[in-house]
């Protein structure tokens, strides 16, 4: 059984191209092996929600992969980005991929 991998993307930096971005990580996804599950959007308020719904659905489907457009989508919220990957990883023993090269 391949591994779950979610996506994260914050709406206010897709500038339109959300379904072209959760595309990129899902062919990103099928080429590391992983299954991808489903994509979280945080809306642009960036309140936080979405990050916190992933979080409890890495937890409770025993995922471990999350995938963001590029590190930028885990910024400019209210928490740091730094804080954001280190609860990840705490919370849900996360690895974060980015479409990013």
């Known amino acids: 059984m391949e591994a779950l991998i979610y996506g ?9 191209h959300s ?7 899902s062919s990103l996804a099928r080429e590391e092996g992983l299954c991808f599950a489903a994509t979280f959007h945080e ?3 960036g ?8 979080t409890q659905e890495l937890k409770r ?14 910024a400019g919220q209210t928490i740091p980005r730094e804080i954001l990957l ?3 990883a705490r919370e ?4 974060v991929w980015t479409i990013e090269t």
């Open 43 to 45: 809306s642009t308020s």
């Open 61 to 74: 489907a025993d995922a471990h992969h999350v995938v963001v457009p590029s590190l930028d989508h885990l």
């Open 92 to 95: 849900a023993a996360a690895q």
């Open 86 to 88: 280190a609860k990840l």
């Open 19 to 25: 379904e072209e971005l959760e595309d990129a990580m």
């Open 47 to 54: 309140d936080g929600t979405a990050f916190v719904e992933l």
């Open 8 to 16: 994260y993307l914050r709406d206010d930096l897709a500038d339109g």
